[in-house]
Structures are given as C-alpha cells and as structure tokens.
C-alpha cells in the first residue's frame, strides 16, 4: 500500500531553514509527481508546490518562490521540501501529498505532516 | 488568480440529513481540476471528490460532485456520525477557506 513518511516536528528560529523530507514506499516514485501543502494552527490548506521525481522539475506557488526549494533523491524514494528565511508566520503543519495520477493537482496520498514551529 | 469561496462556512445538520456544499470560483474554471477534500481533526485531507463528480477510491457513494464553470456543489445524501468534519474545494493551486460541517 502507497505510504508517504515525514520527518518529525522542528523548532527554528526566525531566519532560519527547514528541510522536511517525505518517504515514499508501496509504488514507483519516479512515476507520480509529488506536492506540499501547509496549514497554519486552525487554518485551512495553502498549496506550496510539486517536484516531478522523474527529472526533478518543479513548479513553486509565487508566495514562496525564492524562499523554498523542492528536491528528491530516487534512490531512497524521498522528496524534500526545504524553506528558508523562516518567519513566525511560517509556523505550520507541512504536509507532502502525492498526484493521483498524471500532471494534476488531486491529491489521494498523504504524509502525515511535519510540525514547524518558528519561535 | 483565481480564488475558491466556500459556503456556508458552518454547517448544521443531524445524522441522516442531506448536506449540501458549495464552490464558487471567482472566474470560470476547468471541471478536470476541481476536486473535494474531507478533513478530520489530528488528520491529512482525504480526496473525495475529482475531476468535479468522480468518487475517489474508496469513498462511499453517498458523497457525490456536481457542477460547472464557476458554481460547484458536494453533496452527502444521508449523513453519517463520521461525516462531520471539515470540507475543502481545490482548483489547482488554490483551496477554498473550508466548510466545516457540525452536528446539530
């Protein structure tokens, strides 16, 4: 069965980075492109961006362009999201989530989520 | 940028009432992206709707999708205790704000 495994909870501190990472197990990494969404405490969801793992390509939401960086490692079937120049408003549940099929955007696999807390 | 405005943001029904949940797309958009996600507390989403009225694997067919252009709909036809959650729309890159559905 598909599984998607985060890294555990972080604390930084503001201007710091974060690199979250998400294991894939139970289907062909290469073959699905894989997405990270966040959601701050009590808030709703905030799409941040996808990696293809087939080539590495990526598409990052314009908010965050500059300041994250999406990358994976096929070898091991692990996506990595990393996020720099943290602010307290970056304090959030990140979640990586995998394509059901194709190049669109339905999510049908999720990681558990990663707590950062920036403080 | 398109923005997704959902509505009511609170809704009220008792197990075995229908809930009807509304999308609206600030310009027209693409059925093929539009999907539907239910949310628990302490969880990740879960697909249930895409491509605006195809059921994801697994998901009862109670839970069903409709609609076009700007103005898109998620039914549940009987309600079950486990249906009380919150409720997302998605268009590509945008969420809308959620639904949460209560119990009355």
Redesign the interface.
Known sequence: QVQLVQSGAEVKKPGASVKVSCKASGYTFSDYHMHW?RQAPGQ????MGRINPNNGATNY?QKFQGRVTMTRDTSISTAYMELSRLRSDDTALY?C?RI?SGN?????H????TLVTVS | EIVLTQSPGTLSLSPGERATLSCRASQGVSS??L?W?Q?KPGQ????LI??ALDR??GIPDRFSGSGSGTDFTLSISRLEPEDFAVY?C?????????TTLEIK
Request: charged share 10%; glycine share 18%; no cysteine.
């Open positions: 969404v709703g969801l905030e799409w939401a979640y989530a059901r669109g955007y339905n999510l049908d999720w990681g558990q989520g | 093929t992206y999907a996600y949310q990740p989403p879960r697909l895409y491509g994801a694997t997302y998605q268009h590509t890159e945008t969420f809308g704000q959620g």
